[in-house]
């Protein structure tokens, strides 16, 4: 199956600093991938969907300014957690669609956000 | 997209068959059922989706009632690394984001 490479695996910093996660479709172009957040014992909650040369589409209550998108290839999307405070320590999960298959996302394995 | 409801837990014994149900009574003529499960600490993963008819792979089989307002994931034989989070999710190709909005999922226990 298709392979969607998420990095780093888990970051700790200290609040006020900005983190950049990276998500790489490995072997497939993704026109469109997708950032998610998990809290502890809780359901994936989707935050913005990236489209590959455009801005993402952010869900509602979801800070733009403060989740900063960028997909500026077919295999590549990074999002930034700008002035990170403990509030934002999560588990974050990016997906990537193949552009030809609209059925199936292929998920990361997740980043671990631990703010000090 | 519609909303599906699922037990929050299930139990299974390890190396029997697995039926775990998802209703969707609202679901339209353009959703799709998808399937993906969630192990712990990883990101979830696609199991099987379907439309109309019934659907096997080589992880699972889809069951989705005539009406459509149900479905059913089989898993014919439960080992332990099957233990994990379900999630039953509609997707309309409308529109065709391809964004999947995640419900709380079935959480699933294999016992040895």
């Known amino acids: 199956g298709a392979v969607v490479s998420q990095h780093p695996s888990r970051v700790i910093c200290k609040s006020g600093t900005s983190v950049k996660i990276e998500c790489r479709s490995l072997d497939f172009q993704a026109t469109t991938m997708f950032w998610y957040r998990q809290f502890p014992k809780q359901s994936l909650m989707l935050m913005a969907t990236?489209?590959?040369?455009?801005?993402?589409?952010?869900e509602q209550g979801v800070e733009k300014d403060k989740f900063l998108i960028n997909h500026a290839s077919l295999t590549l999307s990074t999002l930034t957690v700008t002035s990170a405070h403990p509030e934002d320590s999560s588990f974050y999960i990016c997906s990537a669609r193949p552009g030809g298959a609209k059925n199936i996302q292929y998920f990361g394995a997740g980043t671990r956000l631990s703010v000090l | 997209d519609a909303k599906t409801t699922q037990p929050n837990s299930m139990e299974s014994n390890e190396e029997e068959p697995v039926h775990l149900p998802c209703n969707h009574s609202t679901i339209s003529g353009t959703d799709y059922i998808h399937w993906y499960r969630q192990l712990p600490s990883q990101g979830p993963e696609y199991v099987i989706h379907?439309?109309?008819s019934n659907v096997n792979n080589r992880m699972a089989s889809l069951a989705i009632a005539e009406d459509r307002k149900s479905s059913t994931l089989i898993l014919h034989r439960a080992t332990l690394r099957d233990a994990a989070v379900y999630y039953c999710?509609?997707?309309?190709?409308?529109?065709?984001?391809?964004?999947?909005?995640f419900g709380q999922g079935t959480t699933l226990q294999v016992k040895p």
């Open positions: 999710i509609l997707r309309d190709v409308r529109g065709n984001t391809g964004k999947l909005i």
């Open positions: 990236s489209n590959e040369g455009s801005k993402a589409t952010y």
């Open positions: 379907g439309l109309t």
